[in-house]
């Protein structure tokens, strides 16, 4: 679905078109167990940012709490675009929560 779209499950974009601020990313179908939302955001060179929400059986993750750091993440698009960052100190890892900014 491009950005703007109608859908149960969509993309806006952030912003004025011409601004490049970034999209969000919004299930708005109800179901459990899935992403529930994105935001992606431009910056500089090393300063975007991608922040996500989900939970439940169909988000394969391993155990919070046993992260073994360094930490590095992955986003891939559709189209093979790739974005990765590494946490080497996140401010919350535990048995419910992983919060990290990149290194």
């Avoid at 992403?35 to 929400?53: F, N, P, R």
């Avoid at 439940?56 to 930490?71: D, Q, Y």
């Avoid at 974005?83 to 900014?101: D, L």
Wanted: charged share 20%; proline share 7%.
């Amino acid at each position: 679905m491009t950005a703007g779209g109608t859908c149960g499950t969509c993309w806006k974009q952030l912003g004025p078109p011409t601004a490049g601020k970034g999209y969000r990313y919004k299930d708005v179908d109800g179901l459990p167990h899935d992403l529930d939302g994105m935001t992606i955001k431009a910056g500089l060179d090393g300063k975007a940012k991608v922040s996500l929400k989900g939970k439940g059986g169909n988000i394969p993750m391993p155990a919070l709490g046993s992260l073994a750091l360094p930490l590095t993440t992955q986003l891939q698009s559709e189209n093979g675009q790739c974005w990765e960052a590494t946490t080497v100190a996140p401010s919350a890892n535990t048995t419910t929560i992983f919060k990290a900014k990149a290194d």
